[in-house]
């Protein structure tokens, strides 16, 4: 089966940086998404890991460890509008058919002044 | 503005009826794929179709079929309702639906409403 686990709620300070973590556990693995989605609207696409390390994009990074089934994005410099869910990802098998993604519950981040 | 649409954005009707969700793939965009977000469960993947074709299915009811018609636009159809079927439902759309590092573009979604 499908396990992907995230903090169901985070605070933090405008400027501060914050870390949301994400472990799964699929039936294979073969890449991690990162998206974020305000209130009402779509998921918008942040980040992509498939090999172990951190993939950095500007105030966004990710950080991918396999062994462990672990990920998190790490938000620098917060604004008040990554106010959002983040939701994390899992493509879990790799095969005709098998392009789907298994999302987390997400994260609901709110940042205050 | 991910590119990929849907309509209708809101959708209000009765238990027992039958609805149709459109959605137009991104410019270029062979692969369609449908969720369901309900305030319980996340993001749920219910199909994915692939140039016309059925290329993996997840938790779709057998009330609920889609296609993917040959102008690559989908639609998903839901019937006999039931008020638990109130949800968000999104389509989202990439590039040839294979690859590892493929994204997903969603579209808008559609809210519907069962009363």
């Known amino acids: 089966g499908q396990n992907i686990d995230q903090p169901t709620e985070m605070t933090a300070t405008e400027g501060a940086i914050v870390q949301i973590n994400c472990t799964y556990q699929t039936s294979g693995f073969n890449g991690l998404f990162w998206y974020q989605q305000h209130a009402g609207e779509a998921p918008t696409f942040l980040s992509y890991n498939v090999l172990d390390g951190l993939e950095e994009k500007g105030r966004f990074s990710s950080f991918l460890s396999r062994s462990k089934g672990y990920s998190y994005l790490l938000l620098k410099e917060l604004q008040m509008k990554d106010s959002a869910s983040y939701l994390c990802?899992?493509?879990?098998?790799f095969g005709a058919g098998s392009y789907q993604l298994t999302f987390g519950k997400g994260t609901k981040l709110s940042v205050i002044p | 503005d991910s590119g990929v649409t849907q309509t209708p954005k809101h959708l209000i009707t009765a238990t027992g009826q039958r609805v149709t969700l459109r959605c137009s793939p991104r410019s270029g965009d062979l692969s369609v794929y449908w969720y369901q977000q309900s305030l319980d469960q996340g993001l749920q993947f219910l199909i994915q179709?692939?140039?016309?074709?059925?290329?993996a299915k997840g938790n779709i009811l057998e009330r609920f079929s889609a296609q993917q018609f040959p102008d690559l636009h989908s639609e998903l159809n839901l019937s006999s309702l039931e008020l638990g079927d109130s949800a968000l439902y999104f389509c989202a759309s990439s590039r040839r639906g294979q690859g590892a590092s493929e994204t997903q573009y969603f579209g808008p979604g559609t809210r519907l409403l069962v009363l």
């Open positions: 179709y692939y140039n016309g074709e059925e290329r």
């Open positions: 990802a899992v493509r879990p098998t």
